[in-house]
């Protein structure tokens, strides 16, 4: 049990570290959304952009995610343990296969944009399609360069180089700053997504001069055991499904935005990513921190530290979050007029945007505990129970959203389904795993 006790305290540890830089990088994310709120307001320009990302960001969590650290870390946890050299020969070949894959499937969504781009924002007229068909195009290198960055981060999280890792989001956001503030002057809106493609390279590079010291920063070959990378990818479905889930609700219940008043993909973003504030500095930090140490339990086959360990990270969200959910729920509007009141983001705007933070406020402590039991039921290698679960949850944020009549209510559904969902996760873990202890 002391050794448990350790290893939790080494959590904390790790997950302040993560937390301090995610902490910063909300800031620059914050700052990020400031100055778009003060440049567009919620109008229909942010809605482009907004819009644009949809596609990409369903391609980064179906095909990158072969590549994501909840799939090679617990691989890389045994070939590391065992031997470097046939680690570094395999990622050799995971980075090899997934540049085929992705840059196959690219080339392809490429081609079929103008198509697609009609399924996400089905409310756009001719001018704001023709716009956000480039726009999408452009940012199809974001998942091929986050995708590579996964890869690298598999290897550094299994490394425990999580000072290299926390700082990969600060850089993303980093970029994207510098787009606004540099490149938007000189070429409008194609000018935001050259920041968002300067911070998904900034992602990725600041981890490559680290696993190059090691030995372990992977490049192509020519030869792939494809009966190898099959698997991996066999393995990986059920994630890439669970993680697509969130994409696919998030996608519907945009284009139910593009239906209703412009600006309402714009006011439904900007709410949820200040909600993503907190949910990142406490649900991703130690549940990130988390997974190398629960991969680690599971080979060792210490089931009932392996509960201990997940059950008491559960309790630390609870404290942590929760009252940062009521401060959200007492102050939105207070929230939304400090971050984002400047330039044309008017009184009516924040109105807006902080009743749709208010709802999305509602599953902050569920959000987090489903990022927790998802990457615990990855850890030990279960990866259907995480998707029928989500599927759960996201079906019932769709019926609920679809009777939705502003962007209010989209995102009450979407807490709504997050709740849902982290009830039932909590009621199946606790079934399935309390027997160990």
């Known amino acids: 049990m002391r050794g448990l006790l350790s290893r939790a305290s080494g959590l904390d540890k790790t997950a302040f570290l993560l937390g301090f830089f995610t902490f910063l990088s ?8 400031r100055l778009l709120a003060g440049r567009f307001g919620t109008g229909g320009d942010l809605d482009i952009y907004y819009a644009a990302f949809k596609i990409p960001d369903l391609i ?13 870390i617990p691989i890389l946890a045994r070939k590391l343990l065992a031997d470097q050299k046939a680690a570094k020969e395999f990622l050799d070949q995971v980075l090899t296969a997934f540049l085929i894959i992705i840059l196959s499937i690219e080339l392809v969504i490429y081609f079929l944009m103008p198509y697609l781009t009609h399924l996400v924002a089905p409310g756009f007229g ?29 290897v550094t999280q299994s490394l425990s180089r999580f000072l290299v890792f926390s700082l990969t989001p600060v850089l993303y956001n980093l970029g994207i700053i510098l787009g606004i503030l540099f490149f938007y002057p000189s ?42 990378m099959r698997e991996i990818i066999r393995v990986s479905i059920p994630r890439s499904l669970t993680l697509a889930l969130g994409q696919f609700v998030f996608l519907f219940l945009n284009a139910l935005a593009s239906l209703m008043s412009a600006g309402s993909i714009a006011l439904l973003n900007l709410s949820f990513n200040l909600q993503s504030v907190p949910l990142a500095i406490i649900g991703v930090s130690y549940s990130v921190a988390a997974f190398p140490e629960l ?10 530290h392996f509960y201990a360990l ?13 009252p940062v959910t009521l401060f959200f729920l007492l102050f939105s509007l207070s929230v939304v007029r400090l971050v984002l009141n400047s330039g044309r983001f008017s009184v009516g705007n924040a109105e807006q945007v902080a009743a749709s933070l208010f709802y999305f406020s509602l599953s902050l402590t569920a959000q987090s505990l489903a990022l927790l039991y998802v990457r615990a039921y990855y850890a030990m290698g279960y990866t259907r129970k995480p998707l029928v679960i989500s599927l759960l949850g996201s079906v019932l944020t769709i019926i609920l959203a679809y009777f939705g ?33």
């Not at 997940?310 to 929760?322: D, N, T």
């Open 187 to 228: 070429f409008g809106l194609l000018g935001l997504t050259f920041g968002v493609i300067l911070g998904a390279f900034l992602h990725m590079a600041i981890q490559m001069p680290g696993l190059y010291a090691r030995s372990l920063l992977p490049r192509p070959v020519l030869n792939v055991d494809w009966r190898k």
């Open 295 to 304: 991969a680690r339990l599971r080979e060792k086959g210490e089931k009932r």
């Open 26 to 33: 909300q800031v620059l994310a914050l700052f990020r959304d």
């Open 126 to 154: 001719e001018a704001a399609q023709s716009q956000l068909i480039l726009l999408s195009r452009v940012l199809l290198l974001s998942p091929i360069l986050l995708g590579l960055s996964n890869l690298l981060g598999s």
């Open 310 to 322: 997940v059950s008491g990270l559960a309790k630390r969200i609870l404290f942590w979050s929760l």
């Open 405 to 437: 009549k502003e962007a209010s209510h989209l995102s009450l559904a979407y807490s709504a389904g997050m709740i849902f969902g982290a009830a039932i996760f909590y009621q199946a873990f606790t079934k399935d795993f309390k027997s160990h202890v």
């Open 60 to 72: 980064y969590v179906t095909v990158a995610s072969f590549v994501s650290v909840t799939v090679l």
